[in-house]
Every structure is written in structure tokens, then in C-alpha cells.
């Protein structure tokens, strides 16, 4: 405990000191990791946790299921969108721990705001805050972690560093089903935004800015501009399809995710907290234990070869798609909650190798913004054009004498088949990784 407590106040006394270099401590490495991974799960809850109070929010607010998808994940998706790239800009030339804290900070502040608002504007506007602030937040964490773990361990770290997806979808799906039930949907926001902005300051007194490039090239010269480091994504074939199969997987499973809460409560007719209780342990239990047993793959030896990772993660996207169509397809309540089983921890388990072999196909200058292009990418599909779709689909669909359980129904199953998608991309991202691999690592 002594030497947890002298870390922390070492954070504390040193907070104006130059960046740190390949001396850190292993202690002081995994404290960044948890705080990094804690910044994660915030991002998550508070990003998705309007899902879980998709219906309360549009009977109170008066909209059609488009209106609702268009005012909680469309005014969330494009706005970040627009920031993230600026945002990471700034991240790979400046103080990245700083930029992370305030990000940090201000999401969480507009998260309880949202708690506040009374018409659909006021509500679109408090959004758009948290978005302004979530923009910098993965980004950040990730290049932060690039420069405390090595190339050879960064997939295991940042696998450990997504477990922040399944405890967040935990927190802003079932956490939140249970205070929507109790309290209103209100006062969900309020729950999850304070403990954000006093997580905010503890990474500004506790996380120190490592030098950038010291586990790689040891290469801190000036970032590249945005044109060059869109060329040298592009001549890199693997990260081309690695960054769409990711970001197509998003498209289909979180996306699939924003209405679930939705489509269990229309289908078997359950309240708020009833229909999150379905999936509770599928998040955290099985998306958690899914992202660890990844972790635990991705440090094995058999592993340093790049396409062994990626063929794993094409094979389990491949399956769960089958597993995805199945819940939505069926209207028996056993048999959608075993699919769920494969399908949620499925969303989960691509996270961590996603970022880690991404941050090894991009030069060190370049972290922030491969992850912001990716990042654009995942959240154009699963906050912008899937729910969206979702919802337009809904409301079409009830026109021809459809309930509103089976509109929603036939709407998601249009969606199912990007999984496969995603699949193809996957696998051809293996063709080319390792050379890609060697390219970044000697660049430029």
C-alpha cells in the first residue's frame, strides 16, 4: 500500500515535470492503464446509456422513433465526428494527459445537464456538449498508452484497457435500467455525471505525459500533417482493411445494441429495468471475461504473429452475426437470451486487439489520429446511420398495419447481415499486416 500511496503523490509533486521516458516503473504503468481504462468505461456509459431509456425519453418528449434515434444518436455521432479529428490533432502535438482530463471533466458535467433538459432542443444541445468532450477522450487514452506499453505487449494493454466497454455498457445499460426504475429517467444523468468530473481531476494530479515514441523509434519530431498521415494509412492495404472491418463491426453489434433495450421491452412487454436485467451479466460478466480471455491471448507467444490475432477476430465476428439474426429473428425469450450470450460478448472481444494492432500499423505521430479515423468511422455507423436506419425502417414499417414490436423487429434484421461484412474485411487484413507492421515501425 506505501508504495501505491508514494506513486500517487509522486503524480501529485511532479506535475510540471518534462515527460517521462522508458525508466517508468511497471507500477506506474499499470496505474495509467486503470486510469486510462476508468476514462473508458465513462466514455461508454455515458455514451450509451440514453439506449436505455430510448422509450421513456420519446414518450415524455413526444417523438417517432426516428426523432428519438435523430435527437440521442445522431446529435451525439455527427458532432463527434466534426471534433474528433481536430481534437486528435491536438493530441499528437500536445500535453495528451491534460487534453484527457479536461475532456474528461466536461463530458461528464453536460452528462447530468442532460438530466435537465425539458424539450427535445435543450436535450439535443446537452448532448452535443457531452459530445464535445468524448471527442478527445479515446484518442487520448490511446496514444497514452502506446508510449507506457511496448509494441509486443500493446495488444494485451489495450485489450485491458477495453474492459471499460463491457463495465460501462453495464453501468449505462443495467446501473441505469435500475435508477430509471426507482427514480426516473432523469436522474440517471445526474448518477453518472458527477463521478466523471472527479475522475477528470484525478488524471490531471495523477498521470504523467511519457515522451512520445520512447518504446518505439524513440522519434519525437514534428507530427506528421493530416494529408500525409491519411497517404501512409492508405499504402497500408492491412490498416485500410483492419480500420473498416472494426468499424463495421461497430456498425452492426453496438449499433444492434442502441435499440435491444427497445426491442425487449416492445417484444415481451418489460419496463426499463426488466428488459436491462436481461442482458446484465452478458455485459459485464460476459463482455468482461470475453475482453480478458482476448487479453490473455494476446500476450501468449504463439500470438507475436499478427495474423493469428486477426484470424480469431474474423472467425468470432462470423459466428456471432448467425448468433445476432438468431435474437432477432425469434420471438422465444430462452432461446434469444442464449444467442445473446454469443452476441454480446462478441461486440466486446474485437475491441482490444482492434486498437492494439492499429496503434502497431501506425507511426508514433500518427496514434491519435489512425484512432480518431477509425473512431469517425465506428461512430458514423453505430451512433449515425444504424439507429437512424433503425428507426426510419420502424416507422415505415408501421405504416403497413405492423405493432410497433414487429416494425422494430423486421428493421433490426435488415441490419444483421453487416456482420458479414465486417467478416470479409477482417480476413483481408491479414494478407498484408506484417510487412504493414515493419512499415510503421521504421517510418519515415
Given at each position: 500500500m506505501?508504495?501505491?500511496?508514494s506513486?500517487v503523490?509522486s503524480?501529485?509533486?511532479?506535475?510540471?515535470?518534462?515527460?517521462?521516458?522508458?525508466n517508468?516503473?511497471?507500477?506506474?504503468?499499470?496505474y495509467?492503464?486503470?486510469?486510462m481504462c476508468?476514462?473508458?468505461?465513462?466514455?461508454?456509459a455515458?455514451?450509451y446509456v440514453?439506449?436505455?431509456?430510448?422509450?421513456?425519453?420519446k414518450?415524455?418528449?413526444?417523438l417517432?422513433?426516428?426523432?428519438v434515434?435523430?435527437l440521442?444518436?445522431?446529435?451525439?455521432g455527427?458532432?463527434y465526428?466534426?471534433?474528433?479529428?481536430?481534437?486528435?490533432?491536438?493530441?499528437?502535438?500536445y500535453?495528451r494527459?491534460?487534453?484527457?482530463?479536461?475532456?474528461?471533466?466536461?463530458?461528464?458535467?453536460m452528462?447530468?445537464?442532460?438530466?435537465?433538459?425539458?424539450t427535445?432542443?435543450?436535450f439535443?444541445?446537452?448532448r452535443v456538449?457531452?459530445?464535445?468532450?468524448?471527442?478527445g477522450?479515446?484518442?487520448?487514452?490511446n496514444?497514452?498508452?502506446?508510449d507506457?506499453?511496448?509494441?509486443?505487449?500493446?495488444?494485451m494493454?489495450?485489450?485491458?484497457?477495453s474492459?471499460?466497454?463491457?463495465i460501462?455498457?453495464?453501468v449505462?445499460?443495467?446501473?441505469?435500467?435500475?435508477?430509471?426504475d426507482?427514480?426516473?429517467?432523469?436522474a440517471?444523468?445526474?448518477?453518472?455525471g458527477v463521478?466523471?468530473?472527479?475522475?477528470?481531476a484525478?488524471?490531471?494530479?495523477?498521470?504523467?505525459?511519457?515522451?512520445?515514441?520512447c518504446?518505439?523509434?524513440?522519434?519525437?519530431?514534428?507530427?506528421?500533417?493530416?494529408?500525409?498521415?491519411?497517404?501512409f494509412?492508405?499504402?497500408?492495404?492491412s490498416?485500410v482493411?483492419?480500420?473498416?472491418?472494426?468499424?463495421?463491426?461497430?456498425?452492426?453489434?453496438?449499433g444492434?445494441?442502441f435499440?435491444t433495450p427497445?426491442?425487449?421491452?416492445?417484444?415481451?412487454?418489460?419496463?426499463?429495468?426488466e428488459?436491462?436485467?436481461?442482458?446484465?451479466?452478458m455485459?459485464l460478466?460476459?463482455g468482461?471475461?470475453?475482453?480478458?480471455?482476448t487479453g490473455?491471448?494476446?500476450?501468449?507467444?504463439s500470438m507475436?504473429?499478427?495474423?493469428r490475432?486477426v484470424?480469431?477476430?474474423?472467425?468470432?465476428?462470423?459466428?456471432?452475426?448467425?448468433?445476432?439474426g438468431?435474437?432477432?429473428?425469434?420471438r422465444d425469450?430462452?432461446?434469444?437470451?442464449?444467442?445473446l450470450?454469443?452476441?454480446i460478448p462478441a461486440?466486446y472481444?474485437y475491441?482490444?486487439?482492434?486498437?492494439?494492432?492499429?496503434?502497431?500499423?501506425?507511426q508514433?505521430?500518427?496514434r491519435?489520429?489512425?484512432?480518431?479515423?477509425?473512431?469517425?468511422?465506428?461512430?458514423l455507423?453505430?451512433l449515425v446511420i444504424?439507429?437512424n436506419?433503425?428507426?426510419a425502417l420502424t416507422?415505415?414499417?408501421?405504416?403497413?398495419?405492423?405493432?410497433?414490436?414487429?416494425?422494430?423487429?423486421?428493421?433490426?434484421?435488415?441490419?444483421v447481415?453487416t456482420?458479414?461484412?465486417?467478416?470479409a474485411?477482417?480476413?483481408?487484413?491479414?494478407?498484408?499486416?506484417?510487412?504493414?507492421?515493419?512499415?510503421?515501425?521504421?517510418?519515415p
Amino acid at each position: 500500500m506505501s508504495e501505491v500511496q508514494s506513486s500517487v503523490a509522486s503524480g501529485v509533486d511532479r506535475l510540471a515535470e518534462a515527460p517521462t521516458t522508458t525508466n517508468t516503473t511497471l507500477l506506474a504503468r499499470w496505474y495509467v492503464l486503470i486510469m486510462m481504462c476508468l476514462v473508458y468505461t465513462l466514455s461508454i456509459a455515458d455514451r450509451y446509456v440514453v439506449s436505455t431509456v430510448l422509450d421513456p425519453i420519446k414518450d415524455e418528449l413526444h417523438l417517432t422513433n426516428l426523432g428519438v434515434s435523430l435527437l440521442t444518436g445522431m446529435a451525439f455521432g455527427v458532432f463527434y465526428i466534426l471534433l474528433g479529428f481536430p481534437l486528435s490533432w491536438l493530441l499528437d502535438r500536445y500535453n495528451r494527459r491534460k487534453i484527457v482530463a479536461v475532456c474528461l471533466v466536461l463530458w461528464s458535467a453536460m452528462t447530468a445537464v442532460c438530466g435537465l433538459a425539458r424539450t427535445p432542443f435543450e436535450f439535443f444541445l446537452a448532448r452535443v456538449g457531452v459530445t464535445v468532450g468524448e471527442a478527445g477522450g479515446t484518442p487520448g487514452a490511446n496514444s497514452l498508452l502506446s508510449d507506457y506499453f511496448p509494441a509486443t505487449r500493446r495488444a494485451m494493454a489495450l485489450t485491458i484497457f477495453s474492459l471499460g466497454a463491457p463495465i460501462g455498457a453495464w453501468v449505462g445499460y443495467n446501473v441505469a435500467g435500475a435508477i430509471a426504475d426507482h427514480y426516473g429517467w432523469r436522474a440517471v444523468f445526474f448518477a453518472l455525471g458527477v463521478p466523471g468530473v472527479l475522475a477528470g481531476a484525478l488524471v490531471w494530479l495523477t498521470v504523467r505525459e511519457p515522451q512520445r515514441g520512447c518504446l518505439d523509434a524513440g522519434d519525437d519530431a514534428a507530427a506528421p500533417s493530416f494529408r500525409q498521415t491519411l497517404a501512409f494509412w492508405w499504402q497500408q492495404r492491412s490498416a485500410v482493411h483492419w480500420m473498416l472491418g472494426t468499424a463495421i463491426c461497430a456498425l452492426w453489434g453496438w449499433g444492434l445494441m442502441f435499440w435491444t433495450p427497445a426491442f425487449l421491452q416492445r417484444t415481451y412487454h418489460m419496463t426499463v429495468g426488466e428488459a436491462a436485467a436481461v442482458t446484465e451479466n452478458m455485459h459485464l460478466w460476459g463482455g468482461g471475461l470475453a475482453t480478458l480471455a482476448t487479453g490473455w491471448l494476446m500476450a501468449r507467444s504463439s500470438m507475436i504473429d499478427a495474423r493469428r490475432i486477426v484470424w480469431v477476430v474474423a472467425t468470432g465476428i462470423g459466428i456471432a452475426t448467425i448468433a445476432s439474426g438468431v435474437v432477432y429473428y425469434t420471438r422465444d425469450l430462452a432461446l434469444a437470451r442464449a444467442m445473446l450470450w454469443i452476441f454480446i460478448p462478441a461486440i466486446y472481444f474485437y475491441i482490444g486487439p482492434g486498437f492494439g494492432l492499429l496503434n502497431n500499423l501506425a507511426q508514433c505521430r500518427m496514434r491519435a489520429m489512425f484512432c480518431a479515423m477509425v473512431l469517425f468511422l465506428a461512430n458514423l455507423g453505430n451512433l449515425v446511420i444504424t439507429p437512424n436506419v433503425i428507426g426510419a425502417l420502424t416507422d415505415w414499417f408501421v405504416r403497413y398495419q405492423l405493432s410497433e414490436a414487429d416494425a422494430l423487429r423486421l428493421a433490426m434484421l435488415c441490419i444483421v447481415p453487416t456482420g458479414f461484412w465486417a467478416t470479409a474485411h477482417l480476413f483481408l487484413a491479414a494478407r498484408d499486416i506484417l510487412k504493414d507492421q515493419q512499415r510503421a515501425r521504421s517510418f519515415p
